[in-house]
């Protein structure tokens, strides 16, 4: 069964410092990775997603993630981490069949940025 | 545009009494989701809809809970009875056949049972 694991369940960093979140998933065939994004008292929004193609993807806020099929791993990264960025982060695996299916998500990474 | 638009955006009840939880996906969507949300388990998935129809109902806890979706613009998910263990916060996410994976999520309706 499909499955994805977040290790770190909080993270802090200093402002302007590096920033990775790990992601390891499970699943048969070649994933549909995503990243969310979860701002306190909100829903999630989605940050950036892996089908195909190049291993590194870009995506909104200066975000990148790094799929490593070896790893089972979809890490996500960046470079200067700013206040606002401090939030709960989602990894998840696209479950589908054809264009039908869900995602199953990990259990997140609280992260708490230090000023 | 509008997003996802969930209601209420809180709710405290007391056990054994009905809930019932609404949702208005993005127009266009045929795609809609029920997640559940608690610091136990995380997100959960409990019931997707394709064009107005069940597809996955197997996260649905158990029988008293229910989902419908009678038309492409509204959904509601019941509880009947409500548990104190029903407590959490419930998303409805909707989505398009060409957006797969991306879904867009409502604020969320935080459920509290007495």
């Known amino acids: 069964a499909q499955s994805v694991t977040q290790p770190d369940i909080h993270i802090t960093v200093s402002e302007g410092a590096s920033l990775e979140l790990r992601c390891n998933y499970s699943?048969?065939?070649?994933?549909?990775l995503f990243w969310y994004v979860q701002s306190p008292g909100q829903g999630l929004q989605l940050l950036l997603k892996?089908?195909?193609?190049?291993?590194l993807v870009q995506g909104i806020k200066g975000f990148e993630a790094e799929f490593k099929r070896s790893q089972s791993s979809f890490n996500l990264r960046k470079p200067s981490v700013h206040w606002s960025d401090a939030a709960e982060y989602f990894c998840a695996v696209g479950n589908y069949g054809g264009s039908q299916g869900n995602l199953i998500f990990g259990k997140g990474t609280k992260l708490s940025v230090k000023p | 545009d509008a997003g996802v638009i969930q209601s209420p955006r809180h709710e405290v009840t007391e056990m054994g009494q009905e809930v019932t939880l609404r949702c208005k996906p993005i127009s266009g969507h045929n795609s809609l989701f029920w997640y559940r949300q608690t610091m136990m388990r995380g997100l959960e998935l409990l019931i997707y809809?394709?064009?107005?129809?069940?597809?996955?109902d197997s996260g649905m806890p158990e029988d008293r809970f229910s989902a419908k979706m009678p038309n492409a613009s509204f959904s509601t998910l019941k509880i009947q009875p409500s548990e104190p263990r029903d407590s959490a916060v419930y998303f409805c996410?909707?989505?398009?056949?060409?957006?797969?994976?991306?879904?867009?999520f409502g604020e969320g309706s935080r459920l509290t049972v007495l």
């Open positions: 892996y089908f195909s193609g190049d291993t």
């Open positions: 996410a909707s989505s398009s056949t060409g957006l797969v994976g991306e879904l867009f």
């Open positions: 699943y048969g065939a070649t994933p549909y």
């Open positions: 809809f394709n064009n107005n129809v069940p597809i996955d």
